[in-house]
């Protein structure tokens, strides 16, 4: 069975041979994140897929804030970069829900958590607790929130 990080290698292989600098400089960014994770802490390890599944995400997040950072410090090209390195990432992350898909998940999770007592902006915390397993890597902890905050206001 191939892991996700062999397939980050074979991809990265591919695009050295391809002089795809673009999707070369990602992935071998993303691989260093992978084995940085991996020595960290006292012992080093191989990450599961999961594992790998979080870094690259939290690579994903990087270069999207990054575009945004770029974006109104009026540094479009270099935004622009930033977005295409994500667009590589997102090749290997679950496909991200829509946001009607969202708002379902969390409305049937608002839902849960008051048929358990839990209501009103207290509620936060126990709807985030059943909603994150359901959207797990498929949307972003801050869209979630968001989401679950205006549908508990609702």
């Known amino acids: 069975?191939?892991?996700?990080?062999s397939r980050l290698q074979d991809d990265l292989t591919a695009a050295i041979k391809a002089r795809d600098e673009l999707r070369s400089a990602?992935?071998?960014m993303t691989l260093t994140a992978i084995t940085k994770e991996e020595v960290a802490g006292t012992e080093s390890r191989a990450l599961s897929d999961d594992e790998v599944q979080?870094?690259?995400?939290?690579?994903?997040k990087k270069r999207r804030e990054a575009a945004e950072a770029?974006?109104?410090g009026g540094r479009a090209a270099s935004a622009e970069r930033e977005r295409a390195e994500g667009e590589v990432l997102a090749d290997?992350?679950?496909?991200?829900?829509?946001?009607d898909e969202l708002e379902q998940i969390v409305a049937e999770s608002v839902a849960e958590a008051k048929g358990q007592g839990a209501e009103g902006p207290k509620a936060m915390g126990a709807v985030m607790?059943?909603?994150?397993?359901?959207?797990?890597?498929?949307?972003?902890?801050?869209?979630?929130?968001?989401?679950?905050?205006?549908l508990l206001a609702g």
């Not at 290997?92 to 829900?97: D, E, I, N, R, T």
């Not at 607790?129 to 205006?150: C, L, S, T």
């Open 26 to 28: 990602t992935l071998r």
């Open 1 to 5: 069975m191939t892991t996700l990080k």
């Open 70 to 72: 770029f974006e109104k």
């Open 92 to 99: 290997y992350l679950p496909k991200q829900l829509s946001d």
């Open 54 to 60: 979080k870094v690259i995400t939290r690579e994903a």
């Open 129 to 150: 607790k059943i909603v994150n397993p359901k959207v797990a890597g498929r949307a972003e902890g801050g869209r979630v929130a968001g989401m679950v905050k205006r």
